[in-house]
């Protein structure tokens, strides 16, 4: 047996170009999957940021009716902000921040075009608190956002030429149905990695939003910040408990359950890297196949020779097997490199989308540019599925080689 | 004549309202119209054929660019059809605010009931003339809890034919949204009616939209199959 292995050691020199060849055939195709996975779990850990550091926060109380509904932006089914509420809020452990929104679908008018928008009614401070837009703004900021101030983004400004300090008009319907109108100054221009805040969204103060839509103390959802040290289910359990006993209808929701749609999207991105998987796999296999039928033809009278001097069958087939173990070693250790730098380059770097387009319209909440991640498991799943494929992929055209017959092999060479 | 005229001096703005609907308020029709949309220097027109019957009206587009586009109302709903799409869609929620055909109307002015008198409180505001016609000044204002689109309307109906020439649409917070003017009158079959208006977005400038009827026949002969959905495709 010891024979046979350093044997097969030995003949994965004697093949140098042929296997260097196969080597880097396994390391460029496991290279694409490695770099697909690295972006993709970095688009999908972006998405899932932007979402809940600009959309949702990471859970949101509303009442179920308005939750079902919750993509049509009705102004029904809404929960009271008051004291209870908040103090009920204030005492669960874990909470961090905490900021009561009022969303409703209005028409942003300048005076020539009209385009149909969400207003967002907010309480600036407390929505600093949970929310990370502040940090974005080209121009004012949120403290300019009281009075009739409002606070739009860039695309949002550049589709309907507005400058900080124009003045627009929300038409809006209250929640008799009735219209209504809100006069507003833009007070601020923000640039965020969030499509629909850059584009879509017109931040106004919370307490004017509600006067126009004559909806009291009422919003529609409240948004929470959690600490990343207190596990989200343990807070959601908490305020669910808490409600119960205020017998409060509202529910409480994960950020997850907002998402649900990109986290689909995620989900079938994911199916589409085990294709580029299947299909980088079956290079490798054909390169490994290929090679050890090529050293089965080659040593045809080797084999030969073996066998009469006494090798048994499982010896030679081993001897074949170890030397696909060893390009399947290499062509991993040499995939596992070439990734390094590649996801090096995409964590530091990253891949600028804003050259394909607007990807937002695919659902997918980035602008700018996605960063890869780091995943150990990754690799090591690379190389042991480089070693296991190389060694799998050898035993049949192995067996293949150890079945010749001894005489006819050495006759024919 | 002087003594209708005096008479009519004495009714209350409930009745000034009634006697308005008695005159406008068609029960079948079949009207073919013209339909020009300004923005701007830019003019659009569209033609179409509508059919009325009691609170269904169903609208078919025969301009070339909208060829085969349909709008059904049934009761208080709205349906459109486009040819190039193939798919019937109900028009409701926030939709029902954009304007009908890119025009200044919008579906909801489209759609508007004639259930006014429920929905408002009316008082008479004063007798102006406008166009030299002698009108009642009316206003409309909206009963509380009741949902309607304009928290005020303002009417200009004229003293001797009972037919609106102008009006005013209002937010809740008084903005004035939109304004019609009739352009042109016409007595058909015993009743005055606007044949030529106009319709103007007050929240954008340089926008109006004219209405024209061509062709009206108020005694058509309808079959109610006509506003049902298949008819759209």
Known sequence: MFFSIYLGLKNLLRQKRRNIITIL?????????????????????????????????????????????????????????????EGI?????????????????????????????????????????????????????????NDNKAVIGTVLAELMDLKKDDHIILLIRTKEDTFNTI?????????????????????????????????????????????????????????????????????????????????????????????????VLLIGIVGIVNNIILSGIERTAEIGMMKALGMREWEIVLVFMVEAAGIGVLGGLASCLLGYLSVLWLVS???????????????????????????????????VSSVAVAVLSSIWPSYWAARKDPVEAIYRH | ????????????????IEKRDENEYIRSAVVEATMIISRGNRKIEKTMVSYTKDKNALAEFTNP??????????????????????????????MLEQGFMGSDFSFQDVMESDKLVELYTFSLLGKEVFEERPCYVIEATALPGKKVSYYRRKVWIDKERF?????????????????????????????WLAVQSIMENKLRKNTYTRFIINNIDLAPKLDDKIFSLQSLR
């Open chain 1, 349 to 383: 770097s990253g891949f600028n989308v804003a050259n394909f387009g607007d990807w937002s319209q695919y659902g997918i909440p980035i602008v700018d540019r996605i960063y890869g991640v780091w995943n150990c498991q990754a690799f090591l799943y690379i190389f």
């Open chain 2, 65 to 94: 660019a909208d060829r085969g586009s349909k709008f059904l109302k049934r009761d208080d709903n709205l349906w459109l059809f486009f040819p190039d799409a193939e798919e019937i869609v109900k028009i409701s929620g926030h």
């Open chain 1, 183 to 279: 006069d507003l100054e833009v007070g601020g221009i923000i640039r965020t990695p969030n499509p629909m805040l850059n584009s879509r969204i017109v931040l106004m103060p919370l307490d004017i939003a509600q006067r126009s839509l004559n909806v009291g103390d009422m919003v529609s959802m409240v948004s929470l910040k959690t600490s990343p040290a207190m596990p989200e289910k343990s807070i959601i359990k908490s305020l669910e408990d808490s409600f119960r006993v205020k017998k409060l209808s509202s529910q409480v929701y994960s950020w997850r359950e907002s998402a649900a749609d990109v986290i689909t999207l995620s989900t079938a991105k994911k199916g589409g890297a085990g294709a580029i998987l299947s299909v």
């Open chain 2, 1 to 16: 004549m002087i003594f209708a005229i005096a008479a009519s001096a004495e009714l209350t703005a409930l009745e000034i």
């Open chain 1, 25 to 85: 055939v396994i390391a460029f195709s496991f290279l694409g999957y490695l770099f697909a996975e690295s972006l993709m779990n970095g688009m999908e850990e972006m998405s899932f940021e932007s979402i809940q550091n600009f959309e949702t926060g990471n859970i949101q109380i509303a009442e179920p009716d308005y939750w079902e509904e919750r993509d049509e932006l009705p102004i029904k089914g809404l929960v009271a902000w008051n004291e209870e509420l």
């Open chain 1, 89 to 145: 809020i204030g005492q669960t452990d874990g909470v961090i921040g905490v900021s009561p929104e009022l969303k409703f679908p209005a028409n942003l008018n300048n005076g020539i075009d009209e385009m149909s928008i969400i207003g967002l009614g907010i309480n600036p401070k407390k929505y600093n608190e949970v929310f990370q837009t502040g940090e974005y703004f080209i121009e004012g900021s949120l403290g300019t956002l």
């Open chain 2, 163 to 191: 037919v609106t020439l102008k009006g005013e649409l209002y937010t809740q917070n008084g903005r004035l949204l939109k304004e019609s003017k009739v352009e042109k009158l016409e007595e058909i079959d015993g009743r």
